[in-house]
């Protein structure tokens, strides 16, 4: 009798859980298979998550955890626009309203740049991106790893935490947050200029950082110009509250 | 050197995979005319195939052209057919062929003829000024930070066209990082009460913190004196960060 009522709770549960998580897939076919290819996703609401993943296909997943009130704004994958255009996958909101318990999980090819934008998302996680990560938020964390490429970020009030592999001479590293701690992790053997402008934070590295003695100093700017292992591509990180945590990355 | 800069700039994005149909054809010429481009003579074969294609359409090809000749439509027919790209292209052809002798010249015996060289160098602000003007479209935003990058060279001078390319990817770029950008670029040029009262109009138009922070850092940094009431117009806006209030309201107690 003990096990029969372990079976019925375990599967109220599951059912429970069923109801709360709702997941809705849709697969995107390409119009150029294999070929380079663009995510554009701007929405007002949901926390993002992209992967690059092998193969000419692209995955969408809208997972809906609203709770209380929010789930009087019908289905949740009636708030998105999909659309792919010679290889360009849009994502757009039809409702921009507060909406909490939202998410997006995206599975694009690697070789995809991508150019990802949420308001009220608490979240964008990014991974596995051989293409250029533009990614931009309000209140909202970025976790940005496996970069190979150029990084833009940006984000009001979060946290960026962004691991680039592979840091060369012509790609653009630019990360800002107004209010959130900047974590980078660099090659051990990187050479970078870091311009840093962070008014009223702090920054601490574990490479060893050198005085550029060659940049002449502009009294229009407050910003810190410090060389990794005697210079290199330039990687711009501006906030004004938080910290800048350069890490080397073994 | 300004057009190894730019040399370097397009064999970085056609290696990306990034260039557009002008910009290829761009490198493609340039292949085909410089004899010695330095470091980047190990890319000249790469570009063959283009520049095969491209001698079809060359004037020196005398051959094909004597052919052609009697199947030439009228002159109002051939313009109505020139694609407007090709007439872009043959303009920043032009300019970008002119650019590329600057740096030939600088190191010439001739280097005396300053007018030539001012002229040159004129055409090389055009070439930046198309650049930033065309760029502002491009998908990438490290695309459009590059474009806005080469406007650093000017700063030494104030040109006001390039000035205000700047303030326009300041204003409306949707990426904040290019609109931080151009502050950036904004910063290395001289301060001029024109300069300062572009940024106090973009100021109004800004959102974020930290752009409306950046131009108000440099409004205070600058010795130049700014109008008192754009800065409480911006003040009166509401919903804004209260750091950004308390800078703006230094600078007013400052002036």
Known sequence: ??????????????????????TVSYDIELSKPGSMGMLKVDVYNASIRV?????????????DKRKGKDKNYGPAEFYYEIIEDNNVVTILNR????????????????????????????????????GEVNVSGYSTDLSLTDLNNSVIANTNHGNVLARIDKFTDTRTYFISSYKGDIEIFLPNNVQATLFMDNGFGNYSSEFELTLDTSKQKNSSTDQVIRK?????????????????IIRKAN | M?????????????????????EEALLSEIFTIESNLGEYEKYRSEFLYANLLKQKHTKRDFTLQKEQKNNLPKRSLLIKKVDRRWLQLAASVLLFISAFSIGRLSISPEETKKDELTELKEEVKTLRTIIL??????????????AVQLAKEFS?????????????YLNEDNNINVRLASIDVLTEFRRTAELENRLLESLLLQTSPIAQMEILQLIKNSKVIVSKEKLRE???QGELDPYVVNTAENIIKSL
């Open chain 2, 234 to 236: 911006f003040l009166n």
């Open chain 1, 51 to 63: 992967v690059g993943a092998m193969g000419g296909k692209a995955k969408i997943t809208i997972i």
């Open chain 1, 1 to 22: 009798m003990k096990k029969e009522l372990k079976y019925i709770i375990a599967v109220v549960f599951l059912s429970l859980s069923i109801s709360y998580a709702q």
């Open chain 1, 95 to 130: 409702k921009r309203k507060k909406i909490d318990g939202l998410e997006l999980e995206i599975s694009i090819p690697q070789n995809f740049s991508i150019n990802v934008s949420t308001y009220f998302g608490p979240k964008i996680e990014v991974e596995g991106i051989m």
């Open chain 2, 133 to 146: 003007t065309t760029m502002i479209n491009q998908p990438l935003a490290s695309d459009r930070i590059k």
């Open chain 2, 2 to 22: 300004e057009n190894k800069h730019i040399l370097k700039y397009l064999l970085d994005k056609y290696y990306q995979g990034k260039t557009s149909f002008t």
């Open chain 2, 156 to 168: 030494n001078i104030y040109d006001d066209q390039i000035v205000q390319l700047l303030v326009k």
């Open chain 1, 228 to 244: 990794i292992n005697g210079g290199g591509n330039e990687l711009k990180l501006i906030n004004y509250f938080g910290e800048i």
